[in-house]
């Protein structure tokens, strides 16, 4: 009972919650860069949140179904057909062996994420199953998805089919004709290193807008823009956390997603929070963000009131 992989896409990786305490061995957390579609797909599929899933990033994963099940994609805006009929994303679909499901490429928006009923049953390593090359752990092997990979999966012959409705959709940038980059603002949580940056260039760093550059991957996006100078050139090596805004010698920041280094030596003027490492993976080369500064109390304001209207939202009961 499984799933096999005919076309594997641009880069499609198992992915679960994350692995996590493990820094001190020098493994990082990996899982979802958007965690909030990878949750959605888990939440239409009544998948217990940590269920093993798959990260395509822009696309063109081909699977061939080889038991009954029921699968769900969200994320970014893609096509999706069954044996060539199409799909709707944010809804659970059911398959039986011999189908064949394709996802063509993102139109907005970057990663996407196919969930099945029961989630893909991969085992883990260091505690999780998320897959970060870089370390070659989790996933099969540590490595990407391959034509021809197995992944295996219980047998779900009926499930009650869900979708989140439309009008609760993430908007991943402009989308439509008129299609234009995205601007998307990224609330910092300032960091003690702050005071290494001196008034003017932070200044300058709140009120300019900085591009995503071509490369931007699941370590961190890269960013071009005002250069952002620290006159600190010697630093001790520390732990980093999700969503560090990390300056270079170049003055460019880079903000540092799930499968960043564990500890590093430049400076960091702040963190942006974690409901926005979800906005920020989505982002295409070309995108712009602009950093906006919170206290402690409104990154947690701003991330309860995500998580209670993730809770309180509900779902349509579709019928087959």
Same mark, same amino acid.
């Given at each position: 009972? *499984?799933?096999?992989?005919?076309?594997?896409?641009?880069?499609?990786?198992?992915?679960?919650?994350?692995?996590?305490?493990?820094?001190?061995?020098?493994?990082?957390?990996?899982?979802?860069?958007?965690?909030?579609?990878? !949750?959605?797909?888990?939440?239409?599929?009544? =998948?217990?949140?940590?269920?093993?899933?798959? +990260?395509?990033?822009?696309?063109?994963?081909?699977? !061939?179904?080889?038991? $009954?099940?029921?699968? %769900?994609?969200?994320?970014?805006?893609? $096509?999706?057909?069954? =044996?060539?009929? =199409?799909?709707?994303?944010?809804?659970?679909?059911?398959?039986?062996?011999?189908? +064949?499901?394709?996802?063509?490429?993102?139109?907005?928006? %970057?990663?996407?994420?196919?969930?099945?009923?029961?989630?893909?049953?991969? =085992? /883990?390593?260091?505690?999780? *199953?998320?897959?970060?090359? &870089?370390?070659?752990?989790?996933?099969?092997?540590?490595?990407?998805?391959?034509?021809?990979?197995?992944?295996?999966?219980?047998?779900?012959?009926?499930?009650?089919?869900?979708?989140?409705?439309?009008? $609760?959709? /993430?908007?991943?940038?402009?989308?439509?004709?008129?299609?234009?980059?995205?601007?998307?603002?990224?609330?910092?949580? /300032?960091?003690?290193?702050?005071?290494?940056?001196?008034?003017?260039?932070? #200044?300058?760093?709140?009120?300019?807008?900085?591009?995503?550059?071509?490369?931007?991957?699941?370590?961190?996006?890269?960013?071009?823009?005002?250069?952002?100078? %620290? /006159?600190?050139?010697?630093?001790?090596? +520390?732990?980093?956390?999700?969503?560090?805004?990390?300056?270079? #010698? $170049?003055?460019?920041?880079?903000?540092?997603?799930?499968? &960043?280094?564990?500890?590093?030596?430049?400076?960091?003027?702040?963190?942006?929070?974690?409901?926005?490492?979800?906005?920020?993976?989505?982002?295409?080369?070309?995108?712009?963000?602009? @950093?906006?500064?919170?206290?402690? @109390?409104?990154?947690?304001?701003?991330?309860?009131?995500?998580?209670?209207?993730?809770?309180?939202?509900?779902?349509?009961?579709?019928?087959?």
């Amino acid at each position: 009972m *499984s799933f096999k992989v005919l076309q594997p896409g641009l880069l499609s990786l198992i992915q679960d919650l994350g692995r996590f305490g493990q820094h001190d061995i020098g493994l990082t957390t990996g899982g979802p860069l958007d965690s909030e579609a990878f !949750l959605w797909a888990n939440r239409i599929l009544h =998948n217990e949140s940590n269920a093993c899933a798959i +990260e395509l990033s822009f696309g063109g994963l081909q699977l !061939l179904v080889q038991t $009954d099940s029921y699968f %769900c994609v969200t994320g970014a805006g893609l $096509d999706i057909s069954v =044996n060539g009929v =199409n799909k709707a994303l944010w809804t659970s679909h059911k398959v039986v062996s011999g189908d +064949e499901i394709k996802l063509g490429y993102s139109s907005h928006g %970057c990663r996407s994420y196919i969930g099945i009923a029961g989630g893909f049953n991969i =085992n /883990p390593s260091f505690g999780s *199953s998320a897959t970060v090359m &870089r370390e070659k752990v989790g996933g099969l092997n540590g490595a990407k998805l391959a034509a021809n990979d197995i992944l295996p999966c219980a047998k779900t012959a009926e499930l009650a089919r869900q979708a989140l409705p439309e009008s $609760d959709w /993430p908007l991943y940038g402009q989308q439509g004709s008129n299609k234009q980059e995205s601007n998307a603002v990224l609330h910092l949580l /300032p960091g003690y290193q702050h005071h290494l940056f001196d008034s003017t260039t932070r #200044a300058r760093f709140f009120n300019s807008q900085y591009t995503v550059t071509d490369r931007s991957d699941r370590m961190g996006m890269r960013l071009e823009g005002p250069a952002v100078p %620290c /006159p600190s050139e010697k630093m001790l090596s +520390e732990g980093i956390c999700l969503g560090a805004v990390q300056v270079p #010698a $170049d003055g460019q920041p880079i903000v540092l997603l799930n499968d &960043r280094q564990t500890i590093g030596g430049y400076p960091k003027i702040g963190a942006i929070i974690s409901r926005d490492t979800a906005q920020l993976a989505q982002l295409r080369p070309g995108d712009t963000v602009h @950093f906006e500064a919170v206290d402690l @109390f409104q990154a947690h304001t701003i991330n309860t009131l995500a998580q209670l209207k993730f809770n309180a939202t509900p779902l349509l009961y579709l019928k087959d």
